[in-house]
């Protein structure tokens, strides 16, 4: 290992899907070293721009070693970005090595290391903090601070603003007839705020916001944000309001699940998939006709997200949305037609974009994929618990020949 490593701490702290989804976010180059007490030699992890490509673990190496060290549940880290020459032996995305392990873990196919502390493995398996990229200071223009338990946002209520947490952390909440829910935390890094702020002026908040711990807020330049928005081509901006639909289609999945209520069985789950999605390098724009994301890896299929004209489905290049084309597919009606994105033109374009920008799709990403995963893991209980009590919201129809409702 060469210099002082960039990021160090304990793994009570930061577990290793925090640290996959951190290091992720931020592109990072460079090797996760883990250390427990009860191993006589450290984990490796190898990352090539924000994915694993590699790992060690005594004997194992690859996917398998990747996997076991998820079973590290107490110990050190540190990330050092230093080059290094090993051969990929990982293909999986990101957040796809993030739902299995942690399913793994769930399931008792991975060890834990040392003796077991029920409290920790719970927080690993109930992963549900979005950690965000590095803070980009040039476009903060003022701080606001929060105590614990302080209300920030107001679902419901109108507003723009945009923050990024500099410090703390926030819980996001959402009204329900027994109460408020909550979905999930976010952490340093993380944005609150949707991107319909730049398209629709004084939208509806989606999400109540409570302050967690003690928290200070950067509040972002709006104003030099929206300029940029509107700046950006038509095809990015459709990635990015299709992205931002998705996670709350994904939001309002997770809620319904974990109010114990499941949605019926729907004929569109039965459908064939959409050859072009299964394509790893392909992008897609929708332009007529209605299609679905499908949750399909395991369990009972269901309804992540209904699209249609200009939503975007297929390979991203700078986003793991942790559903096509590993975990989920997609499927379409009769009247589906699409067209093919630049998929190298979009990846030029994101990376032109201010740093701030950049953050904002990477937290926006970030907290899709964990809602998927949360609601992958809700859906998962309800149809474990079996209760023939449950309510069913009709949602979801079966599709007929008009498309998917």
Same mark, same amino acid.
């Given at each position: 290992?060469?210099?002082?490593?960039?990021?160090?701490?304990?793994?009570?702290? #930061?577990?290793?899907?925090?640290?996959?989804?951190?290091?992720?976010?931020?592109?990072?180059?460079? @090797?996760?070293?883990?250390?427990?007490?009860?191993? !006589?030699?450290?984990?490796?992890?190898?990352?090539? =721009?924000?994915?694993?490509?590699?790992?060690?673990?005594?004997?194992?190496?690859?996917?398998?070693?990747? #996997?076991?060290?998820?079973?590290?549940?107490?110990?050190?880290?540190?990330?050092? !970005?230093?080059?290094?020459?090993?051969?990929?032996?990982?293909?999986?995305?990101?957040?796809?090595?993030?739902?299995?392990?942690?399913?793994?873990?769930?399931?008792?196919?991975?060890?834990?290391?040392?003796?077991?502390?029920?409290?920790?493995?719970?927080?690993?398996?109930?992963?549900?903090?979005?950690?965000?990229?590095?803070?980009? #200071?040039?476009?903060?223009?003022?701080?606001?601070?929060?105590?614990?338990?302080?209300?920030?946002?107001?679902?419901?209520?109108?507003?723009?603003? @945009?923050?990024?947490?500099?410090?703390?952390?926030?819980?996001?909440?959402?009204?329900?007839?027994?109460?408020?829910?909550?979905?999930?935390?976010?952490?340093?890094? %993380?944005? @609150?705020?949707?991107?319909?702020?730049?398209? +629709?002026?004084?939208? @509806?908040?989606?999400?109540?916001?409570?302050?967690?711990?003690?928290?200070?807020?950067?509040?972002? =330049?709006?104003?030099?944000?929206?300029?940029?928005?509107?700046?950006?081509?038509?095809?990015?901006?459709?990635?990015?309001?299709?992205?931002?639909?998705?996670?709350?289609?994904?939001?309002?999945?997770?809620?319904?699940?974990?109010?114990?209520?499941?949605?019926?069985?729907?004929?569109?789950?039965?459908?064939?998939?959409?050859?072009?999605?299964?394509? =790893?390098?392909? +992008?897609?724009? +929708?332009?007529?006709?209605?299609?679905?994301?499908?949750?399909?890896?395991?369990?009972?299929?269901?309804?992540?997200?209904?699209?249609?004209?200009?939503?975007?489905?297929?390979?991203?290049?700078?986003?793991?949305?942790?559903?096509?084309?590993?975990?989920?597919?997609?499927?379409?009606?009769?009247?589906?037609?699409?067209?093919?994105?630049?998929?190298?033109?979009?990846?030029?374009? #994101?990376?032109?974009?201010?740093?701030?920008?950049?953050?904002?799709?990477?937290?926006?990403?970030?907290?899709?994929?964990?809602?998927?995963?949360?609601?992958?893991?809700?859906?998962?209980?309800?149809?474990?618990?079996?209760?023939?009590?449950?309510?069913?919201? %009709?949602?979801?129809?079966?599709?007929?020949?008009?498309? +998917?409702?």
């Amino acid at each position: 290992m060469t210099g002082q490593p960039l990021l160090s701490g304990n793994l009570s702290f #930061y577990s290793l899907p925090d640290l996959l989804q951190m290091l992720g976010g931020n592109g990072a180059s460079g @090797i996760l070293r883990l250390y427990s007490p009860h191993s !006589p030699h450290p984990g490796l992890i190898y990352f090539q =721009d924000g994915q694993p490509i590699h790992a060690l673990n005594g004997d194992k190496l690859g996917l398998e070693a990747l #996997y076991s060290l998820f079973g590290w549940l107490a110990g050190e880290f540190s990330f050092n !970005p230093e080059k290094f020459n090993v051969s990929r032996t990982v293909h999986h995305s990101r957040m796809q090595l993030i739902l299995d392990g942690l399913k793994m873990l769930d399931d008792g196919e991975v060890a834990v290391l040392g003796p077991p502390d029920p409290a920790r493995q719970s927080r690993n398996l109930d992963f549900n903090l979005v950690h965000g990229p590095l803070v980009d #200071y040039m476009a903060v223009v003022d701080e606001e601070r929060y105590v614990a338990g302080q209300e920030i946002m107001v679902e419901g209520a109108y507003g723009s603003w @945009i923050w990024v947490i500099l410090e703390g952390q926030v819980d996001l909440l959402r009204e329900t007839p027994e109460g408020p829910l909550k979905l999930l935390s976010l952490g340093e890094g %993380a944005f @609150i705020g949707n991107m319909t702020s730049f398209s +629709i002026h004084g939208h @509806i908040r989606r999400a109540s916001c409570v302050a967690a711990t003690n928290v200070v807020l950067g509040v972002l =330049d709006l104003q030099r944000l929206s300029v940029e928005y509107t700046r950006m081509s038509g095809d990015m901006r459709a990635v990015a309001l299709s992205i931002d639909r998705r996670l709350k289609q994904a939001t309002d999945r997770l809620v319904t699940f974990r109010r114990d209520e499941i949605e019926p069985r729907t004929e569109a789950a039965d459908l064939p998939p959409v050859q072009a999605a299964a394509e =790893d390098e392909g +992008i897609y724009c +929708i332009t007529e006709g209605k299609a679905a994301v499908v949750w399909r890896k395991d369990g009972q299929p269901f309804v992540l997200a209904e699209l249609g004209a200009r939503d975007v489905f297929g390979r991203i290049p700078f986003a793991d949305l942790g559903q096509e084309p590993h975990s989920a597919t997609v499927i379409g009606d009769a009247a589906l037609a699409y067209r093919p994105l630049d998929r190298d033109a979009l990846d030029a374009e #994101y990376r032109g974009l201010s740093l701030t920008f950049q953050n904002f799709f990477k937290s926006m990403i970030n907290s899709l994929a964990v809602t998927t995963k949360l609601s992958v893991q809700a859906h998962a209980r309800v149809l474990h618990a079996g209760n023939d009590h449950r309510r069913k919201p %009709a949602a979801l129809k079966s599709m007929q020949t008009g498309g +998917i409702p």
